[in-house]
């Protein structure tokens, strides 16, 4: 579980963050949207360690990441997989290279269960047989499935993905969320997923925290979130057509 | 702050040794073409230009080489060379690291919990500083090798050559080449990584301090040249 409790995050005299509270639960996909500008990202940043904090705590179930040293952070951190918007694949390593990059450095398996280990988590995303490919060669939708195989690779407590389907198809970005639910269920991980694509809220969205100009402006689950009743929240999602007139006919539906 | 996190003791040996090897290939074995073609044709056109300016019925004829030897082993092998290879070998540490910078590379290798600086320029600075002396070694040789051709043209005969090459050799002016060598190399590669790990911004921005990473290193072997020289001739 992680928890943040009063988190504020300011840019000189600009602040981004305030007073934002969150509880993100293991085992379930956690979400963070709204708009592009609206401090998601660096909340992000701020939860993973990118960026440190104004004031305010960050907890990694009894742990207070804001307060550790250097060090403690270190470790804490191989504990955490994160998948980055734009994969951020290692260029000069082959897709097996890159699964395996984080055994290679922090484990001390032999070679031979190393491999054996990359070889699983590629085949749980589905990209068996890509392994001497490298990222160049591939399509950005199995570019993340290699960044998901990455992250995993190390059985993280903490799984962080930044706009997971950022520059991918619609049925590409089905196919990354099912892999993100489907993983954070079997291995019971927090994950955490920073997105503004509808499709993933509706989706997978279990826990939601909608941020708007640096404030929680909303939380609950992808459930809940046809019903509620906050103007900001109801802009942000019912923007298109398609989604207004989906919410028009669910309102018209709870009215009979 | 940046050389004390690069200076820290790698995460991983095995990793550490993986890279330092790679990066002798990539940034030394990758430019011994340039160096060796450039001070072939050096080495050939000083021992011309001393021939034709220089020597007189006044003065030895070994002087034509003497002069030769000793101007790619004092100043053009080490001092010369390193300034070429900061363009080379300095514009392609920059981009590559700075390229990483912009695409998050350098972002996962710190959510790992990886120290990045370390894992990327370390085995950088440590592959040229190795490298160094042996491109260095390959210049000057290449550059009387050069000086040999000429007498292919018939400028300069090979006895008047050898006489020259051998004439007063200072072994000590060897070892001055080197030292200036491996303290460029460093220069080299804590300059522009340097500058490629600290790009904000996009391609525009890994391309300007790329050049500036040319820039800062260039000039900095040039004052250092003075230094060195005053203080070890």
Redesign the interface.
């Not at chain 1, 951020?88 to 260029?91: I, V, Y």
């Given at each position: 579980m992680i928890q943040l409790t009063h988190l504020y995050k300011s840019f000189e005299d600009r602040d981004v963050l305030k007073d934002i509270n969150a509880t993100f639960q293991n085992g379930q996909v956690n979400l963070i949207i709204g708009q592009s500008g609206s401090g998601k990202t660096v909340l992000m940043k701020n939860i993973?360690?990118?960026l440190d904090p104004t004031s305010g705590s960050i907890m990694y179930d009894d742990r207070d990441f804001v307060k550790m040293s250097k060090r403690e952070k270190?470790?804490?951190?191989?504990e955490?997989g994160?998948i980055?918007?734009?994969a951020?694949?290692?260029?000069s390593l082959s897709v097996l290279d890159n699964v395996m990059?984080?055994l290679?450095?922090?484990s001390d398996l032999s070679y031979e269960d190393r491999v054996k280990r990359a070889r699983f988590c590629l085949s749980r995303v589905n990209l068996s047989g890509a392994e001497n490919k490298f990222p160049g060669e591939i399509s950005g939708g199995m570019q993340k499935r290699v960044a998901i195989a990455r992250a995993i690779v190390l059985q993280p407590k903490y799984l962080?993905c930044d706009e997971p389907n950022s520059g991918l198809d619609p049925k590409t970005s089905i196919v990354i969320d099912e892999l993100i639910s489907g993983i954070t269920h079997e291995d019971g991980i927090t994950t955490i997923v920073n997105t503004h694509d509808m499709n993933s809220v509706m989706g997978i969205g279990e826990n939601i925290i909608f941020i708007c100009e640096g404030r929680a402006e909303w939380r609950g689950s992808n459930k809940e979130i046809m019903d509620s009743t906050n103007k900001k929240l109801e802009d942000f999602i019912f923007a298109s057509d398609i989604l207004r007139q989906a919410k028009q006919l669910h309102d018209e539906k709870m009215k009979k | 702050m940046l050389m004390s996190r690069v200076l820290a003791r790698p995460?991983?040996m095995?990793?550490f040794f993986k890279s330092y090897v790679n990066e002798m290939f990539q940034l030394g074995y990758n430019s011994i073409a340039i160096v060796l073609i450039i001070s072939f044709f050096i080495g050939a056109v000083i021992c011309l230009q001393i021939k034709l300016n220089i020597q007189s019925p006044w003065m030895p004829k070994m002087v034509t080489g003497y002069t030769t030897r000793e101007i790619m082993l004092l100043e053009f092998s080490s001092s010369i060379m390193c300034l070429i290879l900061a363009g080379k070998v300095g514009s392609n540490i920059a981009s590559e690291i700075g390229?990483?910078r912009i695409?998050?590379?350098i972002?996962?290798l710190?959510?790992?919990?990886?120290?990045s600086a370390n894992y990327l320029i370390l085995p950088k600075i440590l592959g040229l500083m190795t490298i160094m002396p042996i491109l260095v070694t390959f210049s000057v040789a290449a550059g009387i090798a050069g000086a040999y051709a000429t007498t292919l043209m018939g400028t300069t005969s090979v006895d008047e050559l050898n006489e020259g090459f051998r004439y007063a050799f200072n072994q000590w002016y060897f070892w001055c080449g080197m030292i200036k060598a491996v303290i460029y190399a460093f220069i080299i590669t804590s300059v522009s990584a340097y500058q490629g790990y600290t790009v904000e911004g996009g391609s525009v921005e890994v391309g300007k301090n790329s050049t500036d990473a040319v820039v800062s290193s260039s000039i900095l072997i040039l004052f250092s040249d003075i230094f060195l020289t005053t203080l070890l001739t």
């Open positions: 993973v360690g990118l270190v470790m804490l951190r191989r955490m994160m980055f918007q734009s951020a694949l290692f260029d990059f984080p290679d450095m922090f962080f | 995460d991983r095995r990793m390229t990483m695409t998050q590379q972002d996962a710190d959510i790992m919990g990886v120290n």
